[in-house]
């Protein structure tokens, strides 16, 4: 069993709460002021002090600065995307109304089965799901007398007889998620460069990952800024505000906010899917 002592750091205009009730994640839960989150380095628990201060630590290494910078892009020029957009009423409606939501840059391997999982699935069910394979498969990690579960690591992942997946409520996406494993244990992980359009069409070649999966990828799990994965909200975002007509195909429409938001259109992406959701709700 390990203790709850808590690291500090100073950044500005970060709102935990927006970004990790996004859905761009699927691992958080909030427990009073504290959010745990369930990766396979680890357990992290972060927490927000007033407007600017972070609170952080992670198990089983505490004090791992270097997972906590590079997981929640400590040192992202957030004003530049800010003030990079002063005519789009849209873009500046979501920021005042959203201040401080953030992109997380998440492990690669966690993104593409938690996408493969996704697929269909809505926020919740897909939480649930993770919250079961980390369960069966993950490693147990006790803070101040509660039990967390890590993301499983890809091997373990692999070796996960079909039963065992299906009591996770994955359903059809269990082969999809045997056959991509198989082929990450494969692949040289560390050979991902920055071309976007060439890595695009490598995660494109992984079973169960289509255009919108491969996206979230690049964005969630790589870390890309000029690309936003386009579900039905993402879709309903640029016909309802931009006037983007609704035939227009995925990749159309991929390229339109490439250009329109060029070197962010991930960021504001997130901004206008949180807006047209929560409108929506």
Not at 87 to 104: A, C, H, M, T, W
Not at 154 to 183: N, W
């Amino acid at each position: 069993m390990q203790n709850l002592v808590l690291n500090k750091i100073q950044v500005e205009d970060y709102n935990l709460d927006y970004t990790l009730s996004s859905g761009q994640c699927f691992v958080w839960k909030r427990d009073g002021k504290l959010w745990y989150g369930s990766t396979s380095q680890g357990l992290i628990v972060v927490g927000q002090e007033g407007k600017d201060t972070i609170l952080w630590q992670t198990y089983p290494q505490s004090d791992n600065w270097e997972l906590i910078n590079k997981y929640f892009r400590i040192d992202f020029d957030y004003d530049k995307f800010v003030n990079l957009y002063p005519n789009d009423e849209y873009i500046q409606k979501s920021i005042v109304k959203y201040p401080g939501l953030r992109l997380l840059k998440q492990d690669f391997v966690e993104m593409v089965i938690s996408y493969i999982i996704a697929t269909n699935k809505n926020i919740p069910a897909i939480k649930k799901s993770i919250e079961k394979m980390s369960f069966h498969l993950g490693n147990k990690i006790i803070v101040n007398n509660k039990e967390y579960y890590t993301f499983p690591t890809l091997p373990r992942i692999f070796e996960a007889t079909y039963d065992l997946l299906k009591t996770c409520s994955f359903g059809y996406r269990v082969p999809y998620i045997k056959e991509t494993s198989s082929a990450l244990l494969r692949t040289d992980l560390t050979d991902w460069g920055i071309d976007e359009d060439y890595d695009r069409a490598r995660l494109l070649n992984f079973k169960g990952v289509g255009n919108k999966v491969a996206d979230c990828v690049l964005v969630f799990g790589l870390g890309y800024d000029n690309v936003t994965p386009l579900d039905v909200w993402g879709k309903r975002s640029l016909t309802n505000y931009y006037g983007l007509d609704p035939k227009m195909n995925y990749q159309m429409m991929r390229e339109w906010t490439k250009m329109k938001f060029n070197g962010f259109a991930s960021w504001a992406g997130q901004y206008l899917f949180e807006m047209i959701r929560n409108e929506s709700d």
